[in-house]
Each structure stands twice: as C-alpha cells, then as structure tokens.
C-alpha cells in the first residue's frame, strides 16, 4: 500500500472515530418524550383528554415551528382530525411529514376534546428506548406486510406509543434505525392481532 493511500485510509478512519464518539444529542427527543412544561402526555402544550379543539388552533398556530394546519373528518366516524406541517424553523429531525391531532366527542358536554397526537419524525427509534428504556412484552406487537414489519411499542408511563416501518429481515441493528412515529395518548393501545416482534420476518 503506498504512502498516500496509507494517509488517506488513515484519514478516513480517523473522522469516522471521532463522529462515532460524539455523544447523541438528545435534547429534542428528551423535549418531545419527557416535556417539562406540562405534564405527560403532552406536545407543545397540546394534552390528550384535556385540551379542547379551540385551544389546539391556538396553541399550533401561536408556535414558531408550525406552518400548514387543515381539519378534517377521520373514519372513525364523527370524529375531527387536525393536521399541520411544520414550516422549515422546527429542529430537522421533527421533519417527516404531516403530523396530526385526533379529537373525541364528548356528548355529555359537547365539547371536543383531544384524543392523541402523532408526529412523524426523523429519529431513529433506539433513541425512544435509550430515553424511555425496555418495554413489556405485552406493550410491543409487529404486523408483517410483503417486505416489511410493523413494530408498534406502548410505553403506559409515559403514554407514548412508538411506532415504526422495519425493512426485512428485521433485526434489531433495522429495528434501532428506523424513524419513528411517535403518540400520546392517555389510553392504552390494545395489541390484539399483532404477533411478537421477534415472530416478524
């Protein structure tokens, strides 16, 4: 091997090294997961089971981050759905996508209030697990499509759900990897039908 190439691979290992050992930023997944302004579940002050439907347009409205925001009806029948995009000012790994904000009628008061909020993001899911730790085996469950799995964890703390796209095979190298969808919800999530995660392709 001549000198040169010598000095390049040795370059080259060098910068991969010390981007090995820098340690994860964790502070926007730590701010999404674990938020100190109010209480879980909770995003960007928006809370399941307590914020009502005009609040949620204030508050996404009133954020420096939020761009596009569009109501629908969901089929579940009744029910609103809010969505918004984020306006390019948001940290980049917020950034995949629409996100939205269910709400549930209550017919005793009338009132809509929220039901969950999910955001798609660029952060790889190990990072939920390094910040919220192993889950039950009864939280997690996966569904299997031609060439991928789907994995879905429920994290009854925090009432966070992860969820995420694998490509087969699945590992759990693949499994760390994948960006997640995350939601709150102050309701379980019910696994019936999903096989265990280590049964997927």
Same mark, same amino acid.
Request: net charge negative.
């Given at each position: 091997?001549?000198?040169?190439?010598?000095?390049?691979?040795?370059?080259?290992?060098?910068?991969?090294?010390?981007? @090995?050992?820098?340690?994860?930023?964790?502070?926007?997944?730590?701010?999404?997961?674990?938020?100190?302004?109010?209480?879980?579940?909770?995003?960007?002050?928006?809370?399941?089971?307590?914020?009502?439907?005009?609040?949620?347009?204030?508050?996404?409205?009133?954020?420096?981050?939020?761009?596009?925001?569009?109501?629908?009806?969901?089929?579940?029948?009744?029910?609103?759905?809010?969505?918004?995009?984020?306006?390019?000012?948001?940290?980049?790994?917020?950034?995949?996508?629409?996100?939205?904000?269910?709400?549930?009628?209550?017919?005793?008061?009338?009132?809509?209030?929220?039901?969950?909020?999910?955001?798609?993001?660029?952060?790889?899911?190990?990072?939920?697990?390094?910040?919220?730790?192993?889950?039950?085996?009864?939280?997690?469950?996966?569904?299997?499509?031609?060439?991928?799995?789907?994995?879905?964890?429920?994290?009854?703390?925090?009432?966070?759900?992860?969820?995420?796209?694998?490509?087969?095979?699945?590992? @759990?190298?693949?499994?760390?990897?994948?960006?997640?969808?995350?939601?709150?919800?102050?309701?379980?999530?019910?696994?019936?039908?999903?096989?265990?995660?280590?049964?997927?392709?």
């Amino acid at each position: 091997m001549s000198s040169v190439a010598f000095c390049l691979l040795f370059l080259f290992t060098g910068i991969i090294a010390v981007i @090995r050992v820098q340690p994860f930023d964790d502070h926007t997944i730590r701010t999404i997961l674990l938020p100190s302004d109010c209480s879980a579940p909770c995003f960007m002050g928006i809370q399941p089971g307590v914020t009502q439907i005009s609040e949620v347009y204030t508050l996404l409205e009133a954020n420096p981050w939020v761009g596009k925001i569009s109501s629908h009806i969901y089929t579940g029948c009744c029910g609103i759905a809010l969505d918004w995009w984020w306006n390019g000012k948001q940290p980049a790994a917020l950034e995949n996508g629409k996100n939205t904000v269910y709400f549930v009628f209550d017919p005793a008061t009338g009132i809509q209030k929220v039901q969950n909020v999910a955001i798609h993001t660029q952060i790889a899911a190990g990072y939920a697990i390094l910040d919220l730790g192993a889950w039950s085996k009864d939280d997690a469950g996966a569904l299997q499509g031609l060439d991928h799995a789907y994995v879905e964890v429920f994290y009854p703390q925090q009432s966070v759900q992860v969820s995420t796209l694998v490509p087969c095979p699945l590992s @759990r190298w693949r499994l760390w990897d994948a960006p997640m969808t995350m939601a709150f919800n102050r309701d379980s999530w019910s696994m019936s039908g999903m096989k265990q995660i280590s049964e997927m392709c």
